[in-house]
Each structure stands twice: as structure tokens, then as C-alpha cells.
DNA sequence: CTGTCAAATGACAGTAACTCCCAGAATATG
DNA sequence: CATATTCTGGGAGTTACTGTCATTTGACAG
């Protein structure tokens, strides 16, 4: 293992919520500490990616990584939260509550949305094409990534309750909430499907025209 | 167990997709299945409501029910099949199709709904409540009860494309599917959350009332 | 550089959901 | 009654995950 460079801070950083933590000053340990859960998400990926998600086991990827098994889940407190611990949830509420109050709902919505979008492409479209696509085929994935807990429904929620200024969603909040993220998980889902070849920005401004006009289409 | 009244047809049902199974001439052997099927499920909820989910082990279940673990495994295939298993989808894919072809799609899912709703509370109310409770509760269904596999949104999905007389759905389908599944289930879980006690008709018309104007409400 | 404390790790044992296989019992069939 | 089919129980094995404890590693003070 190389000497560390000693401990001064790296350059400033750009407002990217993501590459903020990497650029925040860290220790020793800090770095030790990201190192091993990066080296565990990739070799996991890659064990994944040529075995299949099922066919991989936790021991497997432990030992690719240099881990025990018991480390592994000390970074990883499921097999599936390799592929779906996401940290955008807080930029994407951010984002949504940073939009105008006046401004109807859905089009903040889809704003907010393409904005982050926008980001993610940028900084981690590959891993965020392996990601959508392994979500859409794996069952246990799928399922837990609908999951209202970790998921847009929980976040539309709260941002529809806060702009409103109360502590408790009304029924309406909720059944809007269900109806946009669920929406808006199978846009990302379909263009997972299609390879990432479709201009996601497109495929969101179709997705929200159609909840726009009452499902006149159908 | 009490002897089979000969083997002709019991009397003709009502159209009720449920009791049709119940009425179908059985074999002895059809017959201790189901009545199987029944005593694990029954059991499985005495204990479940005794002791919670997560704390219920298989093996428990099993001994309560009389039957070897193995043989709890040739009925559910997993745990969580013992709360999710649906045998009404069927129904109300059939229940979606029957309506006009030339009725909005909306106001088809919702009668369908609305009529599928009226015969389980009538039939299994108690039943169902304890179900979406569940279902509401533990995060394990909670997360497989929304995968597409066995929800609403592939059900709707199934509609919407036959009645266009398409193989493949469209975009727009996918997402009018999406929307309308999230809608309804998250309306079926306030109604547990609520106990029971409002009026899950009216939720209905409020939920779908809601989509239709396009969230302007927001 | 040294000693001390807290955090991270690895090894181990254990639990619970599930799978596979095989022998024997119950039921269907002629 | 005889035979074929299906169902069941038992046991052995796999895998995800939990809890505990001793050892190691990095942080920090003097």
C-alpha cells in the first residue's frame, strides 16, 4: 500500500452532490474505508457480470475483494444493496423543493428529475445502465427497488407534503405521489431496457405529458 | 374427514371467480390438497398474528399445520407466498376486457376495480384487511407485493394491450400502466392503513377522479 | 517515537429460508 | 386386486445474514 501524500485538502469542489464526498479532506482511515467499498462494488459487478447475479455469492465477492465475508456486510448490510443503495434520493428532494412554489406540481417534478438525470448521465451512465438493467431482470432487485421506502414514491411525498407547508399528506398527495413514481421508475426502467440508446430527457417529457392530459390517450 | 357426495357436478355458480373453484367436482385427493393449503395458510396467520412475521419461522408453521416443512414448500414456494398469492388477477383482467371497448380506459379500470373490490369484501374481508395490513407492515412484502410480477401494473398493462388488439404495448401504455397501478395500490393500502373502516368504493372514485384532471389539484 | 484508545477486521458459530433427492405412503386407474 | 402416479417426510446441503470476541490498524497525545 503507498505512502498517503500527506493530509491536505484536495481542490474545491463543483457543487456536484455526488463528487462532494470525494473531494471533502480524509483521513487515512476515511480512505481506506471508500477504497475497500469501491473495490467490493466492482469486483461484485464484475463476478455479476459473468456469472449472473444469483450465481454470485457474498463469499465469492468477499474473496475477490480481499474481505471476510463479515466485512462485506459491514459495507453492504444486504447482498442487494450492492446494486441499489442509492445516494441521490437528497439532491433529488432538494432539487424538487427548489423549484418555485407557484409552479404546478408535475412540471416541477419533471424538472427536477431531468435535472438530476442530466447529472447522473454525466458522471455515471454506464454504471447507472448496469444498475436500471440488473434492477429489471432480477427479481429480489426489481421488487425492492419498487419498494416504497427507498423509493421516488416516499420522495415525491415528501416534497408534495413540505411546498404544501403541513406535517401530514393528504389522500390526494399520496395517490399523486403513487401515480408520478410510478411513472417515473418505469421511464428509467424502459430506457434501462432499450440499452440507454433513447434520449431519457425525451422519453421524460413524453412520460409526463401523458399523466399531464388525464390519460386521454388511452 | 366426511365422504364425497359422489362424483356429480355440484350446483352451478354464480359467476363469482372464487367460489368457482370451490364448486368444481374435486377428487379426493384435489380435495385434501386444498383443504391442506387451507390449514398451512390458516395456521400460518394464527401464528403470524401472534408473534409477528419476521419472528414466525417456516418450521413453526409447518408443525402447526401437521406437515413437514418440505411439504410447506410444495405449497408456497416461498414465505412471502404465503400473504401475496392472488387469485384474483385473473379475474379482473377478465373483469377490464368485459367493459366496452370504447369506454375510456380509466373509467374501465375503475368499475373493474369497484366491482372486483365489492366481491372480496363481501367475501373475505376480514381476510383481506389482514393481508394489505401485512403488506403495509413488513418491508420484505411490502417490496414484492409492488414488483410488477404479480401487481397491478402488469395486469393493467394486459388490458391495455389487448384491447388495442397490439402484441407489443406501446410507451404510453407502459407509463398509463405504471401510473394506474401505483394509484390503485396505493389506495387498497390507505384503505388497510385506515383499518378498514372508510368507505373503499369512495376512495376509489377519489383516486381515480384525481388522475383523470391531470394532478391539477397540486 | 511510544503508549493508549477507538474503530475496523477476521474467524467462528449459529439461524432461517430454501433446494435436492430418495424412499415410502396414499390415491387413482384398469 | 395390481400397478402406476402423485404426495409426503426425512435428511443433507447451500446461502444469506447475525452476533460475539480476539486481533489488528489507524488516530492522537505526550
Sequence with gaps: MSAPQSATAPPAGTGNPIQA???APLSLRERKKLKTRQTIRREAYRLIAEQGYENTT???????AEVSPSTFFRYFATKEDLVLTDEYDPAMIDALLARPADEPFLRSCREALIGLLRQLLEHEREELLVRMRLTKDVPALRARM???GNESQQLYLTALTRRAGVREPTYAMRIIAAAIGGATTETVLQWAEGGGTEDIVELVHRTFAILEDGFSEA
Design 58 to 64: 457474498v463469499d465469492q465477492i468477499a474473496a475477490a
Design 21 to 23: 464526498m470525494l473531494e
Design 146 to 148: 419498487i419498494d416504497s
